[in-house]
């Protein structure tokens, strides 16, 4: 159950069921803000600045936006070898 190396829809099923991102979908495939709260844009379109809601970790740690930089690094990391790091790098560059 690692996200950033699962391929398997039963994978993905699971491991959606137990998670959040920053967005999820509606009943009708429209993306909804789960634990992003609200974004803002930079004027030139290149920035976008998320506020997270209240969220913690089973352990009770709070979410924080370091966890995704973390989770998004990993994935595009060659170490963890993530088939879909391609769709990340544009958000993750520069390290």
Do not use: C
């Not at 979908?25 to 997270?52: C, I, N, Q």
């Amino acid at each position: 159950m690692d996200p950033q190396i699962a391929t398997d829809g039963t994978s993905f099923e699971v491991i959606a069921g137990i998670t959040d991102g920053l967005y999820g979908v509606d009943a009708g495939g429209k993306p909804v803000p789960a634990l992003a709260e609200s974004v803002d844009k930079s004027s030139d379109g290149l920035t976008l600045t998320y506020h997270l809601r209240d969220a913690i970790w089973s352990n009770g740690t709070p979410v924080t936006a370091n966890d995704f930089v973390f989770a998004w690094r990993r994935a595009v990391d060659p170490d963890t070898a993530s088939e879909y790091a391609y769709s990340l790098l544009p958000m993750t560059y520069p390290w």
